[in-house]
Each structure stands twice: as structure tokens, then as C-alpha cells.
């Protein structure tokens, strides 16, 4: 059985018949795992849904070198 790599997000269908797609990312700030979700009518809105919110995810940016400073 396959495993998805952490990130990668899922599709499935709820009982309403309704699609979902979610994201697991990390809070660039806090660290902690942050789910979203999407809802579409079809699999296919549903995986177009899911690769938006991949690269939303992909674009935020890292903390790097955060420094306070007193005057």
C-alpha cells in the first residue's frame, strides 16, 4: 500500500457527496501542523482546489534570522 509524503494533502468525498482536498502546512511563526481545507462539487474541482493551496503553502516564506534590538 502506498503512503503519502507528509504535505502532499488528500481528496475524499464526505457523505454529502461533497469533495474535500486538505493541506497540512506548518505555521511559519509558531511551528505548529495548521490543516486546510477546500470543498468542490466534483474530484476533479477538488484536486484543482487541493494544487492551489500546495502552492500557497509552498510560497510562504521561513523565518530567518529574527533579531530583536534594544534602543
Known amino acids: 500500500m502506498k503512503t503519502n509524503i507528509y504535505g502532499n494533502g488528500?481528496?475524499?468525498?464526505?457523505?454529502?457527496?461533497r469533495w474535500v482536498a486538505t493541506v497540512?502546512?506548518?505555521?511559519?511563526v509558531?511551528?505548529?501542523s495548521v490543516r486546510t481545507y477546500?470543498?468542490?462539487k466534483t474530484k476533479q474541482e477538488?484536486?484543482?482546489?487541493k494544487?492551489?493551496?500546495?502552492?500557497?503553502?509552498?510560497?510562504?516564506?521561513?523565518p530567518s534570522?529574527?533579531?530583536v534590538s534594544h534602543s
Request: charged content about 25%; overall charge positive.
Open 30 to 32: 509558531t511551528g505548529k
Open 65 to 67: 534570522g529574527l533579531t
Open 24 to 28: 497540512c502546512s506548518r505555521d511559519p
Open 38 to 40: 477546500a470543498y468542490g
Open 46 to 49: 477538488a484536486l484543482q482546489k
Open 10 to 17: 488528500s481528496v475524499y468525498r464526505r457523505q454529502d457527496g
Open 51 to 62: 494544487m492551489e493551496l500546495l502552492a500557497i503553502s509552498k510560497e510562504l516564506p521561513a
